[in-house]
C-alpha cells in the first residue's frame, strides 16, 4: 500500500493499497494540497493536473513526469528533478525550485512569477511564452528555447543563455549583469557575438602600467 500524508497534519490525504511502488501510481486529477512529497521517486508518474499547490517537493524526483496543467503553486521544490519532464501550462507561482534541474523539459506557457529559481538548470528545456517574471540568478539555460517568454523585471544575473533561443521574449526592466550570452539569439532576433576591442592595446600582462606611445 502507498500512502501520502499532510505535511503538516500528518493526515492520509491519498492512498492506494493496490501498488507498493510510487512509480506505479496514476494521480490525475488529484487534490495533493500540502502533501510530503520529500525525496519520492515519482520518475514517469502521470500527474496531469494534480494539485500540488504548497506541497514539499524537496528533493523529489519526477523526471519524466507528466504533470500537464497542474498547480506547484507556493510549493517547496530545492533540488527537486523535472529532468525530461511535462509541465506544459502549470502554474507555479512563489514556489521554489532552488538549485532544482530541468534539463529538457517542457514548460511550455507555465506561469511562474515570482518563484525562486536560483541556480536552477534548465539547458535544453522548452519554455517558450511562460512568464518568468521572477529570481533567476546563476541559472542556466544553455540551449533552452525562450521565445516569447516574458522575462519582466526579471533578475537573470550571473545566468548562462549561450545558444538560448530568446527571439520575442519580453525583457522590459530585466537584468542580464555578468550573463554568458555567447550564440544565443536575442529578443529581436539577432545572435548575440561578443565585441572585442580594436582600440585597447595588445600588451602583455606585464606591461599594464606602461605608458602607451
Known sequence: MIAIKHKDSGEIIFKDEAVDNYRE???????LHGADLVGLDLSGVSMRNCNLTEADCRFCNFSNANLTGGSLMNANCVEAVFQDAQLN?????????????FDRAKLRHCKINRAQLESVVLNHADCSFSEMQCEMRH???????LFGVNFTKADLSFCDL????????IINGATFAHC?????????????????????PNRKWWEIWKTVN
Open 139 to 145: 541559472a542556466s539555460f544553455q540551449y533552452a528555447n
Open 89 to 101: 501550462d502549470c502554474h507555479m507561482e512563489q514556489a521554489d525550485f532552488t538549485g532544482a534541474r
Open 162 to 169: 549561450r545558444h538560448s533561443n530568446m527571439n520575442s521574449a
Open 25 to 31: 501510481l496514476v494521480l490525475d486529477n488529484l487534490n
Open 180 to 200: 554568458k550570452l555567447e550564440g544565443s539569439v536575442t529578443a529581436c532576433g539577432k545572435v548575440f557575438r561578443a565585441h572585442k576591442s580594436t582600440t585597447a
